[in-house]
């Protein structure tokens, strides 16, 4: 996770989906400059960069506004 000068970290979710022997868990994180940064299991595109593929460091996710 590569900060800017002056942000910092002000949230983290971590949630997950399976049962007890299989947990596959998804984590983000939400900046003082409103930047998201998610990792973890994205077999069904959770994490929200594009792609189904899990990620081991933090990616930058853009947000969109609804209309």
Same mark, same amino acid.
């Given at each position: ?13 971590? &949630?997950?989906? %399976? /049962? ?5 868990? =998804? $984590? ?7 930047? !998201?940064?998610?990792? &973890?299991?994205? %077999? /069904? ?5 594009? =792609? $189904? ?7 930058? !996710? ?6």
């Amino acid at each position: 996770l590569v900060l800017n000068t002056g942000e910092a970290v002000e949230l983290v979710v971590a &949630g997950g989906m %399976g /049962n007890d022997a299989n947990v596959f868990p =998804t $984590t983000c994180a939400r900046t003082n400059r409103q930047r !998201v940064f998610c990792w &973890g299991y994205n %077999g /069904n595109g959770q994490i929200g960069d594009g =792609t $189904t593929v899990g990620k081991n460091a933090p990616v930058e !996710v853009t947000l969109f506004s609804q209309p």
